[in-house]
């Protein structure tokens, strides 16, 4: 699917909509003609979930008058939400987490005021339809069915619309609700970054590797050929070998790291939980191989809040470099791996879910009205599956 979008980006292609409420103008670039629409009445406020400060459940706010989305460069999208998955980072943005980075990433210039981010939209997952597209957008025309994970520095999906770049979505799988596809772009974006863009690996080099996961599952390694071994609570077994998991290791029968090193060593070594791990991960991996340990849990926003951005990056720096040089010394190559949005990632990744190789899973899904009770929910942790709002119905596209 990413090289049918690279032609659809060669291309001049636009459709226009045959809905009553937009007007159809014709815009001549040299010898291209472009169709574009505009609505016939612009709207300038929406429904959406938002927090005027950072804190506890207690910040979320309501609101009918939130901004409405608006296309400011032409390769951008309006999306009407119709249902939105939450994340860990959502609840650590809420209470301030990445503050400092992601004001960074707002407003490189620093040419606003401290706060200006307020008031701000959380949720990372989205899926919908679009609803209006820049005149650079080709790929993608209104009434298209997209799904994305939107990045932490732009405005979230707990609202009626939200507009993203058309190089961040991708077209929603096509066995998958709303509801049940907005249960997977953060995650799946932030993996596919982890392990294709920091460890390497590709459908066409994984299989017969040896992966470990810490605290995940492994559908997509599974589905290209990698044998997958995971670590979990004993009651999560069933459910994460259903999710492609061929060896799992019981957390709560006692301390791991006696158990995996007991099994043949890995090439790659993908760690969700952080802390202690890295004491004893690395040297389950196989030596002087090209072997890699990728960590998502890295102190660089945290670094970046507590000693500002230069302090923050500069100690980021200095822990990477003493760490990557600690372990290449001893033949293992030691990373961080970052999310990423990507709608050629989400091309594959879809591709993946419709030959059903990836499945979505949703634990609980709350209605628009009950967002501070999925944060609650959040917050419980331990969740088998994710937690999901339905903002709007199936066939609600107006």
């Not at 981010?117 to 820049?134: A, H, K, Q, T, Y």
């Not at 991960?281 to 340990?293: C, I, Q």
């Not at 942790?381 to 999901?388: C, E, L, N, S």
Request: proline share 5%.
């Amino acid at each position: 699917m990413s090289s049918v979008r690279h032609l659809m980006y060669s291309r001049w292609l636009f459709h226009c909509s045959t809905s009553p409420s937009v007007n159809t103008s014709v815009c001549w670039h040299g010898r291209q003609k472009r169709l574009f629409s505009t609505t016939k009445r612009r709207m300038t406020i929406m429904p959406a979930w938002v927090i005027d400060k950072y804190g506890g459940n207690d910040v979320l706010r309501f609101t009918k008058n939130a901004s409405f989305p608006v296309i400011t460069y032409p390769n951008e999208v309006i999306i009407k939400v119709n249902a939105a998955g939450l994340n860990p980072i959502d609840v650590g943005m809420r209470g301030g987490y990445g503050a400092s980075s992601l004001s960074m990433k707002r407003d490189p210039l620093n040419l606003k005021q401290h706060g200006m981010e307020f008031p701000l939209i959380l949720g990372r997952d989205v899926s919908g339809v679009i609803m209006e597209c820049g005149l650079d957008v080709k790929y993608f025309t209104e009434r298209d069915e997209v799904w994305a994970a939107i990045p932490p520095w732009k405005q979230g999906s707990l609202a009626e619309f939200v507009v993203l770049s058309a190089n961040e979505i991708s077209r929603k799988p096509k066995l998958l609700s709303h509801r049940e596809a907005a249960a997977i772009p953060y995650v799946a974006a932030t993996s596919w970054s982890a392990l294709v863009n920091t460890g390497g690996l590709s459908k066409d080099n994984c299989a017969k590797k040896r992966i470990l996961i810490l605290g995940g599952s492994g559908g997509m390694l599974k589905a290209w050929g990698a044998h997958v071994t995971v670590t979990c609570s004993q009651n999560a077994e069933r459910f994460v070998r259903d999710l492609g998991a061929d060896h799992v290791v019981d957390y709560t029968s006692g301390p791991v790291e006696k158990p995996l090193g007991e099994l043949e060593k890995f090439d790659l070594i993908l760690d969700n939980v952080g802390g202690e791990t890295e004491r004893w991960a690395l040297t389950l991996l196989k030596p002087w191989s090209g072997a890699k340990y990728v960590t998502l849990v890295t102190p660089f926003l945290q670094n970046t809040d507590l000693l500002g951005i230069a302090d923050g990056m500069m100690q980021t720096a200095a822990t990477v470099a003493t760490k990557a040089l600690k372990h290449l010394i001893k033949g293992v190559h030691y990373r961080w791996g970052f999310f990423a949005p990507s709608g050629p990632a989400l091309d594959e990744i879809s591709e993946m879910v419709d030959a059903g190789q990836i499945r979505a899973v949703v634990e609980e899904t709350f209605s628009f009205s009950q967002v501070p009770h999925a944060f609650e929910k959040m917050e419980k942790g331990h969740a088998r599956g994710k937690t999901v709002v339905q903002i709007s119905q199936e066939d609600d596209y107006s």
